[in-house]
């Protein structure tokens, strides 16, 4: 079984929203939250149709007075497992092990199903009774669906790559076809660059400080039905290469990103995990994927 042992686009915005979050509540030096916080387990789990199974991570609620560092807060020892929802779960348990070096849950056993399946049902399970942590979800995988992408790709080496492009440009348009059991589309940006050369042709690098790391990523979200999208240059802040993501979530996974809008306009006051037991996300995904290098313009 192949193993994609990188840091997925979904686990690096799911850190990045949470801090957000945090950051637009505010806090002080030293809050009152902090002192009497009971930190809660976070579990978070990816699926994408068709494609390898991605390492799970489980880790503690940090204090929000530090910067978020992937593994500082990792909980090693728990059982951790996935199957498919229907007539055998034993034989088609997808069973995990805490992986020291990346402070990851790497797979230990093939299941049946392979790679995670299309229209197909699973479940998570992460249970470690010594520090009283049992939590589960439940997760559906989208249909495939085709994505046409404005202008069109010039090459293609495992994913679609799109020609240079500029802010002085027509911005790139998403066009797709509707994928069955998607209660939404959610499109993503990262950048992979890491010189961090802003793309403000008044940005001056002896004056002027870079933008926080945050800016490397964005996101925007499209209804169930929607089938267009423009991916505005405000949404690209560095110069280099970029990875755009054109997703058809489930319905869980779709009701947490709308939940981070709502809270972020005042309308609720918590995020939406639907993770039992912690908080956490385990999503299933249908994406097309895009690589595009954006040059600066003076």
């Known amino acids: ?21 945090i950051g637009f509540s505010g806090c002080s030096d030293q809050p009152t939250e902090v002192e009497d916080y009971n930190p809660e387990p976070i579990l978070t789990a990816f699926l994408y149709g068709g494609e390898d199974i991605e390492p799970v991570t489980l880790e503690w609620a940090g204090g929000i007075y530090a910067y978020y560092q992937p593994g500082n807060n990792a909980i090693s020892g728990a059982d951790v497992k996935i199957w498919e929802i229907g007539p055998d779960p034993v034989q ?6 805490f992986n020291d070096n990346l402070k990851k849950y790497l797979p230990t056993n093939e299941a049946e199903w392979g790679v995670p399946q299309h229209l197909r049902s699973y479940r998570i399970e992460a249970h470690k009774a010594s520090e009283n942590i049992h939590m589960w979800a ?15 790709p010039v090459g293609f080496d495992s994913v679609a790559i799109l020609d240079t492009l500029n802010r002085n440009m027509a911005p790139i348009e998403l066009h797709w076809s509707q994928s069955a059991l998607a209660a939404g589309y959610v499109q993503t940006i990262v950048c992979l660059d890491t010189t961090y050369q802003p793309l403000d042709p008044d940005w001056d690098p ?14 925007d979200l499209a209804m169930a039905g929607q089938d267009f999208t423009t991916l505005a240059w405000i949404n690209f802040w560095y110069e280099g290469w970029h990875e755009i993501q054109n997703q058809a979530v489930d319905p869980y996974y779709w009701e947490y990103f709308f939940s981070v809008f709502r ?12 993770m039992n037991g912690g908080l956490g996300v ?7 994927r895009y690589m595009v290098y954006i040059e600066k313009v003076e």
């Open 92 to 97: 088609d348990t997808l069973y995990f092990e």
């Open 282 to 288: 385990f999503a299933g995904i249908t994406r097309d």
């Open 138 to 152: 439940e997760t559906v995988i989208p249909d495939t669906f085709t994505t046409i992408i404005t202008p069109e």
């Open 1 to 21: 079984m192949k193993i994609n042992k990188h840091r997925s686009t979904n686990q690096i915005l799911l850190g990045l929203l949470t801090l957000a979050v």
């Open 206 to 219: 002896i004056e002027d400080e870079i933008p926080e790391d945050s800016s490397r990523y964005s996101f």
């Open 263 to 274: 809270l972020w306009m005042g309308q609720v006051n918590d995020l939406e995990y639907h």
